[in-house]
């Protein structure tokens, strides 16, 4: 394929209609001189006949054509082709016209006769808002990958007890306030609520209040003006302005330095945004919903925790329940869970009951999060489902045998030891040193321990 082939099929397909013959001629050399291909309509019906056919990136239209008008393509088009960039041209542009565009969402105005160079630049800006709506398109798709979908997963008792007070507390406009361990599910409650809220249509915007350093932290929620401070080289808008009409999900609200959560407070209270550097205020109108994992009260009683802003933020609590409270949801949980990786296999054997009862069994420390990594962990190593016990991390396996320890009836230290240095011999294919690091000891250290044995061993 010869460069300009080349050129011509990696930009945009336009589709020109207009009656007037010097003008078809012109755009039928012109708009591929400038990259992109172009079918050329001598009427509104062909135009539809063709749309009708294949997509385009772009029509371009004559607005007063014999037969069909450019405006009544354009209705066409929406419908046929939603997704097509509509640019209007006109000798006579009037405002009936102008309003029954902006109806239709057409892009642009090409006011006849135009410039090549005005038409190659507003085919440019045609090109470049498909770039960003395709960009956008992407980052939605890596967005729901990464987030996972929204469902709460879980029919145990304490979670439909959750699942109640979201279903009540969304619709109003009350500040949440999401309790509960690490990784058991306080962002996936905070989605869930605006999801069912008035807001859902609106953005929902989380910042993890943990993350941020904290010279940066008031102008990421209220943005800054050029020049506010050194290195804002450009203006930036807050998150609290990004979240207006929806929800703004703060997370980890215990870590908020003092003097932050004071000016937090002040917007809660009025509304009121002042970028910093700047001397005027913006009124937003965000809904707040608030988790954290520390204990705010105990907070408070240090004077680390405002105690105005904990009553502000608290009207309606929702404690999430760690996963070893509700150890009848895991296994749903589970499945669920390697459904965002894995779609083959049938859902009742996804797990062997060996890896079944070790997931069942154990305690989660690290919650809803741990359990999603495990899975995952297993899922890389399964090539074919079920997943069995072996294809769980090391690690797990190393609490597996905590475990067993600790149920096993009274032994000696030594006897935990030799235990404890077999099976670490037994997952390392007898791999001297990497049984010794996993242990936790020198090499030396190992083999010392396993000769001692040995002759204990011997000696009966
Ligand atoms: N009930 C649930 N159903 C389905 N997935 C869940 C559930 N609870 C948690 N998860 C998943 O577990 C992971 C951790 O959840 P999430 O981020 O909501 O926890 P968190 O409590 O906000 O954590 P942190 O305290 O670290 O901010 C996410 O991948 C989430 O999708």
Redesign the pocket.
């Known amino acids: 394929m010869n460069a300009d082939k080349k050129k011509e099929q990696a930009g945009m397909h336009i589709l020109f209609a207009d009656d007037e013959k010097n003008l078809q001629e012109l755009m039928r050399t012109e708009l591929p001189r400038m990259g992109y291909r172009v079918t050329v309509c001598p009427d509104g019906l062909t135009a539809v006949a063709a749309l009708e056919k294949q997509s385009f990136d772009c029509l371009l239209v004559d607005l007063d054509m014999p037969g069909m008008n450019g405006i009544e393509v354009i209705e066409k088009a929406r419908s046929l082709r939603p997704e097509i960039e509509a640019v209007i041209m006109t000798g006579n542009p009037s405002q009936e016209t102008a309003i029954a565009a902006l109806r239709y969402g057409v892009f642009d105005y090409l006011t006849k006769p135009s410039r090549l160079a005005d038409i190659a630049g507003l085919m440019g800006r045609v090109k470049e808002r498909r770039n960003s709506k395709r960009q956008l398109a992407a980052l939605q798709q890596r967005l729901r990958l990464a ?2 979908d929204a ?4 029919t145990g008792k304490p ?1 439909e007890v959750v699942k109640k007070l979201i279903a009540k507390v969304a619709p109003t406009e009350s500040s949440v306030l999401v309790r ?10 905070a989605r869930a609520i605006h999801d069912s809220s008035l807001r859902a249509d609106e953005p929902l915007v989380p910042v ?1 209040c943990g993350a941020l350093p904290e010279n940066l932290i008031e102008s990421e929620l209220f943005g800054h003006c050029k020049g506010a401070f050194t290195g804002a080289d450009s203006a930036r808008t807050g998150l609290f302005e990004v979240a207006d009409g929806g929800t703004i999900f703060l ?2 609200i215990g870590e908020l330095p003092l003097a932050m959560q004071a000016k937090l407070l002040r917007v809660l209270e009025t509304g009121d945004i002042r970028r910093l550097g700047d001397t005027e205020t913006t009124n937003v109108n965000v809904r707040l919903v608030c ?1 954290t ?1 520390r204990d705010l009260e105990q907070m408070v009683e240090e004077g680390t925790f405002r105690e105005d802003l904990m009553f502000r933020i608290n009207t309606f609590e929702i404690n ?1 329940p760690p996963l070893r409270q509700r150890p009848e ?1 895991i296994a749903t ?1 589970a499945k ?2 390697l459904r965002r990786h894995r779609s083959d296999g049938s859902d009742e054997d996804l797990f062997t009951d060996e890896a079944m009862e070790l997931l069942t069994n154990y305690s989660w420390p690290g ?3 741990e ?2 990594n495990v899975i995952e962990h297993a899922t890389i190593l399964c090539d074919s489902l079920p997943i069995d016990a072996d294809d769980m991390p090391q690690s797990f396996g190393r609490r597996k045998l905590r475990k067993e320890l600790l149920e096993s009836g009274p032994m000696t230290l030594r006897e935990l030891e030799v235990i404890a240095i077999n099976r670490a011999l037994q997952r390392n294919e007898g791999n001297k040193p990497a049984a010794a690091e996993e242990l936790g000891v020198s090499l030396k250290t190992l083999y010392n321990k396993i000769n001692a044995a040995e002759e204990k061993k011997m000696a009966g």
Not at 180 to 189: I, N, Q, Y
């Open positions: 987030q996972g469902k709460l997963v879980g979670m509960g361990e690490t990784g058991c599910g306080k962002e996936l409650v993890n997370d980890e988790a994992h999430v949801d949980l669920h869970l919650n809803v999060r359990l999603a």
